[in-house]
């Protein structure tokens, strides 16, 4: 199993899930950090701009990389909607191995679970290792692990979200989902069916989601030894300070 798997799937979907779990409770955190770079902010994973738009539109020059074309589709439409095209360049590229010179980056940012994504121990190196090489030093690194996974409940064809998609008089849309639990590689994994029903016509689209569950001092521990200092642990996006019980995750750090 590897991390990227199951993305180009879920891209006719993303924006759909996230309306309806995280909506756009991160958006203003994310666009404070980011006015706050002295330089160019690159996103990691930027799937399809959801990010990547509002800061643009705060005025922030950034670039954003993503392994999935599918995803990158959406989000260049999305960039094209708004009028950023030239001001937001989005990449196909791997966050192991980052396709820019040393120093290109004031910022960098990995929201919502990205590195998480990367489900061995050496392509987590690869990434941390890689963030370092384009960071500036003194440069800022933020990134948001998925709360809790560990302790997520196991269930099995749980029917998680239901709603239209699209226009009114577009597809209905239910989400079937079943979460297990690897221990033994330290993953939470998600069976997702999106079912899309438009009229008498019905489309299934099935796939798998995994996550490695690492805790917020098991990821500080290793940007420790990226070369990194952590000067932030939040549990929340109005910068509350964090424990394990906390709903949300974040980390930020400077390049050592």
């Known amino acids: 199993m590897e991390g990227f798997e199951g993305w180009d799937d879920y891209a006719p979907f993303y924006d759909w899930e996230n309306a309806r779990t ?20 690159l996103e990691l994973g930027c799937g399809t701009g959801r990010i990547a738009v509002p800061l643009a539109r705060a005025g922030v020059t950034l670039v954003g990389v993503d392994r999935s074309a599918a995803m990158l589709a959406r989000a260049r439409h999305r960039v094209a909607r708004a ?10 590229g791997d966050i192991r191995h980052l396709p820019f010179p040393v120093s290109s980056f004031s910022t960098v940012l990995a929201p919502y679970g990205v590195l998480q994504s990367l489900l061995r121990e050496r392509d987590l190196a690869a990434a941390l290792a890689s963030v370092h090489g384009v960071l500036e030093p003194g440069g ?55 079912v899309e029903r438009r009229g ?27 070369g990194f200092t ?12 964090w ?14």
């Open 22 to 41: 995280l909506g756009r409770r991160d958006v203003p955190f994310w666009r404070t950090v980011a006015r706050g770079a002295r330089g160019p902010v």
């Open 83 to 92: 009028g950023f095209t030239r001001r937001v360049p989005l990449i196909r």
């Open 140 to 194: 800022t690194f933020g990134l948001e692990l998925v709360a809790d996974l560990p302790a997520w409940e196991e269930y099995r064809r749980r029917v998680s979200l239901k709603g239209w998609r699209g226009r009114p008089g577009g597809s209905r849309v239910t989400l079937v989902e079943t979460v297990r639990q690897d221990r033994a590689r330290g993953l939470t994994i998600f069976d997702q069916e999106f």
């Open 200 to 226: 008498r016509r019905r489309h299934t689209r099935r796939f798998v989601l995994a996550f490695r569950t690492l805790s917020v001092p098991q990821m500080a521990r290793r940007l420790d030894k990226a």
């Open 230 to 241: 952590v000067t932030a642990l939040l549990g929340d996006y109005q910068g509350g300070r």
């Open 243 to 256: 424990d394990p019980r906390a709903d949300v995750w974040v980390i930020l750090a400077k390049r050592s």
